[in-house]
């Protein structure tokens, strides 16, 4: 199967700060999802990013396919962003397989 | 419904005993996703439906895991004579269409753990 790797696989910000998470995937991939997964468990979806830049207020994700690889920058961090950051990537028809993760902990 | 509902939110099981897990996906959606999520990893998929139709169980671990979706909405996802290394969260996800152009959302997870 593919490989997805995320780095780093932790990280800890002072309040304000900017980040950027990384995602490396081995193969060619139809889909590319972003996801937080809040200290609840909840997935929550931030970006679907096939290729491409999108941004949703102070996030932002990019995705260069023939390179294999999709970074997430999250500007001016607030504690409520804390939690972990999921990349997906669809391989194949309707699996996809997750990396292993950013703990991301913002601190007062 | 405005999202994926998935219970119990959390279930012990004794060891041996068998646990049936309930997804109720967005009211629509053609596609249907069970994930395992073992603690302090990614979610690993088990496997997909399209409407009533199980068209991958290549994730299932063994056996004694059975998934079903019966009318097309609703799914169930069975573990018979749990063990120990069956405890994990169970994802559930859903999509519009038949392929993940529209991405997932995913429910809240049943916390299974096995005593």
């Known amino acids: 199967g593919i490989q997805v790797e995320q780095s780093p696989p932790d990280l800890i910000l002072q309040e304000g700060a900017n980040s950027t998470l990384r995602c490396n995937f081995s193969?060619?991939?139809?889909?590319l999802q972003w996801f937080h997964q809040n200290p609840w468990g909840q997935l929550i979806n931030l970006f679907y990013?096939?290729?491409g830049t999108k941004q949703n207020g102070r996030l932002s994700a990019t995705t260069v396919a023939t390179e294999r690889y999709s970074l997430l920058y999250i500007s001016s961090s607030q504690t409520t962003d804390s939690g972990v950051y999921f990349c997906?990537?669809?391989?194949?028809?309707?699996?996809?397989?997750f990396g292993s993760g950013t703990k991301l902990n913002v601190k007062p | 419904g405005a999202g994926v509902s998935q219970s119990p939110r959390y279930k012990v099981a004794k060891r041996g005993q068998d646990v049936a897990l309930r997804c109720d996906p967005i009211?629509?959606?053609?596609?249907l996703f069970w994930y395992q999520q073992a603690l302090g990893q990614g979610p690993e998929f088990l496997t997909y439906?399209?409407?009533?139709?199980?068209?991958?169980k290549s994730g299932l671990p063994s056996d004694r895991f059975f998934a079903e979706r019966p009318e097309g909405s609703v799914s169930t996802l069975k573990i018979q004579r749990t063990q120990q290394e069956d405890s994990a969260v169970y994802l559930c996800?859903?999509?519009?269409?038949?392929?993940?152009?529209?991405?997932?959302?995913f429910g809240s997870g049943t916390r299974l753990t096995v005593v």
């Open positions: 193969d060619s991939v139809n889909n």
């Open positions: 009211s629509g959606h053609v596609s």
């Open positions: 997906a990537v669809e391989h194949g028809f309707n699996k996809f397989y």
């Open positions: 996800a859903s999509s519009l269409l038949g392929g993940g152009g529209n991405g997932y959302t």
């Open positions: 439906f399209q409407n009533e139709a199980q068209l991958d």
């Open positions: 990013i096939p290729s």
